[in-house]
T-cell receptor, first 114, second 114 residues
Framework: GAGVSQSPRYKVAKRGQDVALRCDPISGHVSLFWYQQALGQGPEFLTYFQNEAQLDKSGLPSDRFFAERPEGSVSTLKIQRTQQEDSAVYLC????????????FGPGTRLTVT | AQSVTQLGSHVSVSEGALVLLRCNYSSSVPPYLFWYVQYPNQGLQLLLKYTTGATLVKGINGFEAEFKKSETSFHLTKPSAHMSDAAEYFCAVSDHDRDDKIIFGKGTRLHILP
């Protein structure tokens, strides 16, 4: 079966533009996670969904970041009024159920803000 | 709060030599620990995980790690390095007392010398 997919793979945005990043988790996976990976760093947690419920958004760096998963499958991470410090790879991961502890990662979306 | 520290941002070993990547953790609860590998332009892939039970955990591609509570360590080893092992390796701990998010270390880039 297909793994986690993310689109677009690469995004260049001018400072101040809004962007939307999409994640398609593995079919049937209940939990979905977003991480931000800056250059040369490890991934940092942004937010977590169980089905359509956003259970933890403590990692979102500002109110410009917003994530949704309205039907409990596909998720979108939206960044409003992008800033240069938002440049990073945004990783999505899914797991079959809560407390599975085995997350499957997508290839990421590399966002460059100019 | 949980955290991990990876010693050495770059490690070089000769092909056929022992691979040792060091990871120390901090956790207020019994930790769940992971090693992930990231090949260039690919998503993160789970190498192995420790949740409970046997402290020596075997993973894919001949890697293994040992959970040592007394040393708060979870070092990754492989007896004989192969050129294909060149990648970025991330140690991680699960924040499982709150939810399923994973907290990553900064990563160690493994270089294999011919």
């Amino acid at each position: 079966g297909a793994g986690v997919s993310q689109s677009p793979r690469y995004k260049v945005a001018k400072r101040g533009q809004d962007v939307a990043l999409r994640c398609d988790p593995i079919s049937g996976h209940v939990s979905l996670f977003w991480y931000q990976q800056a250059l040369g760093q490890g991934p940092e947690f942004l937010t977590y969904f169980q089905n359509e419920a956003q259970l933890d958004k403590s990692g979102l760096p500002s109110d410009r970041f917003f994530a949704e998963r309205p039907e409990g499958s596909v998720s979108t991470l939206k960044i409003q009024r992008t800033q240069q410090e938002d440049s990073a790879v945004y990783l999505c991961a899914s797991s079959f159920r809560q407390a599975d502890y085995e997350q499957y990662f997508g290839p990421g979306t590399r966002l460059t803000v100019t | 709060a949980q955290s991990v520290t990876q010693l050495g941002s770059h490690v070089s070993v000769s092909e056929g030599a022992l691979v040792l990547l060091r990871c120390n953790y901090s956790s207020s609860v019994p930790p769940y620990l992971f090693w992930y590998v990231q090949y260039p332009n690919q998503g993160l892939q789970l190498l192995l995980k420790y949740t409970t039970g046997a402290t020596l955990v075997k993973g894919i591609n001949g890697f293994e790690a040992e959970f040592k509570k007394s040393e708060t360590s979870f070092h990754l080893t492989k007896p004989s390095a192969h050129m294909s092992d060149a990648a970025e390796y991330f140690c991680a701990v699960s924040d499982h007392d709150r939810d399923d998010k994973i907290i990553f270390g900064k990563g160690t880039r493994l270089h294999i010398l011919p």
